[in-house]
């Protein structure tokens, strides 16, 4: 029996540029909630993107998994927070400065609305494209401030082989992270072991319950690790390979609303043994 249901945000839940989830999203999450379930976002985005994403109702994610995994949230409460290795960061950044094409985002833990970003070794042009696309607010900068950081990433522009090649380079600076790709020419910084999965983790000890008892829903690369992780693991039909192949269950892409789909299933079988539609495949 499903008693949490936990989905990533870009191109799983809401389209990749888009700025709001859709009618549809709002409805099914009130069914889930309606049946008993618990709900909630398992993303790289914190708390003030999915404040606009949700436009502003912060229920939708009083519980989930933020920040690839360095927040966790029960019912409103912060159950655990892992801030950057600033140190590593810098040098992350430094190796980096001159490369075009290549620069480090470091997210504040202390933020607001606008999503300011210390963005070390862009030129101004490579900014604004990154800064439409993923919605954040760059304040150029050499030296990141003596501040906690909650989130990092590395913009990569170029190949598939680019990317490759910069990740490996990135890795070896930097062992303190972990380095992976949730969407093309973006990679996400992680503290090394942190992830959804480790932050589920946390979120079923505070919850009591089994990860037999979870269902997931994603896209990415940095879904993989949780697809391992949680026996109803599920893909969305427009999920990179990688990801596909390792989701025990397929439902139908983004843009066909098809978490919402599966979410009202969720609702309707819950309290019982009856498998959701899309478990039965």
């Known amino acids: 029996m499903i008693k949490l249901a936990l989905t990533d945000m870009d191109n799983t839940l809401v389209p990749f540029g888009q700025d709001l989830v859709s009618d549809s999203v709002f409805e099914a999450v009130s069914l889930v909630r309606e049946a008993g379930l618990r709900f909630g976002p398992a993303t790289g985005r914190d708390e003030q993107e999915l404040r606009r994403f949700f436009g502003g109702d912060e229920s939708c994610f009083e519980t989930g998994i933020l920040s690839n995994g360095k927040k966790v949230k029960l019912d409103g409460e912060l159950v655990a927070v892992h801030y950057m290795d600033k140190v590593a960061l810098q040098r992350l950044a430094d190796a980096f400065f001159a490369v075009p094409g290549v620069f ?4 504040p833990a202390k933020t607001d609305y606008t999503n300011p970003v210390y963005v070390l070794g862009a030129r101004t042009a490579e900014m604004a494209a990154y800064e439409s696309r993923l919605r954040f607010n760059g304040i150029p900068c050499e030296q990141l401030p003596d501040i906690d950081f909650i989130a990092g990433a590395m913009a990569c522009s ?29 990679f996400d910084v992680l503290p090394k072991g942190v ?9 079923i000890a505070a919850m009591g319950i089994s990860d037999e008892e979870v269902a997931f829903f994603g896209d990415g690369e940095n879904d993989i690790k949780m697809m391992g992780r949680v026996p109803n693991s599920v893909a969305v039909a427009n999920a990179m390979p990688a990801a596909a192949e390792a989701a025990r269950w397929h439902i139908g892409a983004c ?3 098809g978490v919402p789909v599966a979410l009202r299933e969720l609702a309707r079988v819950a309290g019982t043994d009856e498998p959701a539609d899309f478990m039965s495949a």
């Open 104 to 107: 480090l985002c470091a997210y």
């Open 158 to 186: 170029g190949s598939k082989e680019n990317m490759d090649n910069v990740r490996r380079i990135a890795a070896c600076l930097a062992p303190e992270f972990d380095i992976v790709a949730p969407i093309a020419n973006w």
């Open 195 to 203: 992830s959804k999965a480790s932050g589920l983790d946390e979120l």
């Open 255 to 257: 843009l066909d609303d």
